[in-house]
């Protein structure tokens, strides 16, 4: 299930892109395009075919992105979340061998393991939510029962 959450940073990122495909990257393709019609023979350009598909590309993901925003709810922190875990929270957790992990619980569509962002919808940011430090969590992975507690809790960056 898709929430229809997300954080305002990662709003204006996709606002930010939807921006950029729209006034940058699409007249930049649909000149280059325009140019390779020019040339003649359309059925054997590569520049023409590949610039019509990008085009098709840009627009696809110009249409997701506008219905997309359109729908999603901004939800900013609350001075009232101290000490509980909630959307946009970081979460320090460590488990019984010492292993430290820190996560941030934001929506779908800003997902990005690099960074360790989790999606609200995970078994281990449902287990978080509401919790609070030095509370033990219990996740149901595919390797089996994990165990964490948690260290820390956030609405800024850990540094």
């Known amino acids: 299930m898709k929430t ?8 204006h990122k996709l606002d930010e892109e939807l ?4 006034k940058v990257e699409r007249p930049a393709v649909t000149q280059s395009v325009s140019e390779a019609a020019a040339l003649g023979d359309r059925s054997e350009n590569a520049e023409y075919i590949y610039g019509k598909k990008r085009l098709r590309e840009i627009d696809r993901r ?16 609350d001075p009232r979340q101290d000490g509980k875990v909630f959307f946009g929270a970081w979460v320090e957790l460590e488990n019984e061998d010492g292993d430290i ?3 941030r619980i934001v929506g779908t569509d800003e997902i990005d393991t690099k960074n360790h962002y989790i999606t609200i919808n995970s078994p281990v940011a449902r287990a ?3 919790k609070q430090v030095d509370d033990e969590i219990q996740v149901q992975t595919p390797s089996g029962l994990k165990e964490w507690y948690i260290n820390k809790i956030q609405y800024t960056p850990f540094e």
């Open 101 to 103: 992990v820190r996560y």
């Open 128 to 130: 978080l939510i509401g």
């Open 4 to 11: 229809n959450l997300i954080t305002r940073a990662g709003w």
């Open 62 to 77: 110009v249409r997701f992105l506008m219905k997309r925003l359109e729908a999603l709810k901004i939800v900013d922190y």
């Open 19 to 22: 921006k950029h495909l729209w």
